[in-house]
T-cell receptor, first 111, second 117 residues
Framework: DGGITQSPKYLFRKEGQNVTLSCEQN?????MYWYRQDPGQGLRLIYYSQIVNDFQKGDIAEGYSVSREKKESFPLTVTSAQKNPTAFYLC??????????FGPGTRLTVL | AQKVTQAQTEISVVEKEDVTLDCVYETRDTTYYLFWYKQPPSGELVFLIR??????QNEISGRYSWNFQKSTSSFNFTITASQVVDSAVYFCALSFVMDTGRRALTFGSGTRLQVQP
């Protein structure tokens, strides 16, 4: 089945640690996205990538980093510079800028 | 600037009632797309519909229907004969062109729908 997978489902981070969230898709989509969702709020764009080896900052990129070495993979690293990382993180993909399809999400909690 | 407003934070209905979720948008683009997504308790966003700015025809899919009116910049979503399984957070989103020339989505803050049995 084609789709988007994210791992882990739950992630706990200690203060000062970097953590990496995985996002993989087998839909053959060119574009991939990372969003952050806080309780009771909509989604905010962190980073996006239209092609391999290219990515752009979204609205709230500070404290995050990404890579796009393969078409099917777009990992997100939450660095220690992100002061309030506790949130729900969603990865999405699309054909160009068309309809975005989402993965199941990763819930990150800072201890 | 691009903006999506979902003024209804939470709606509670009893099963079999009809319910309408409101969405108002702002954009300076002449070509844009509007979307509705459903987020059940599991968290994954499920795509429901995409509507092109040039197509103002209403759309019906089973118990779901959408009313797009450019004159009022609204894209409302109606669920007929609601069911408990419709309980979720529903997001309206607008596709717009960024400075990079690429399209991105901006989301409303969502409407939580609770359908009581």
């Amino acid at each position: 089945d084609g789709g988007i997978t994210q791992s882990p489902k739950y992630l706990f981070r200690k203060e000062g640690q970097n953590v990496t969230l995985s996002c993989e898709q087998n839909l053959n989509h060119d574009a991939m996205y990372w969003y952050r969702q806080d309780p009771g709020q909509g989604l905010r764009l962190i980073y996006y990538s239209q092609i391999v080896n290219d990515f752009q900052k979204g609205d709230i990129a500070e404290g995050y980093s990404v890579s796009r070495e393969k078409k099917e993979s777009f990992p997100l690293t939450v660095t220690s510079a992100q002061k309030n990382p506790t949130a729900f993180y969603l990865c999405a993909s699309s054909v160009g800028g068309d309809t975005q399809y989402f993965g199941p999400g990763t819930r990150l909690t800072v201890l | 600037a691009q903006k999506v407003t979902q003024a209804q934070t939470e709606i509670s209905v009893v099963e079999k009632e009809d319910v309408t979720l409101d969405c108002v948008y702002e954009t300076r683009d002449t070509t844009y797309y509007l979307f509705w997504y459903k987020q059940p308790p599991s968290g994954e966003l499920v795509f429901l519909i995409r509507r092109n700015s040039f197509d103002e025809q209403n759309e019906i899919s089973g118990r779901y229907s959408w009313n797009f009116q450019k004159s009022t910049s609204s894209f409302n979503f109606t669920i007929t004969a609601s069911q408990v399984v419709d309980s979720a957070v529903y997001f309206c989103a607008l596709s717009f062109v960024m400075d990079t020339g690429r399209r991105a989505l901006t989301f409303g803050s969502g409407t939580r729908l609770q359908v009581q049995p």
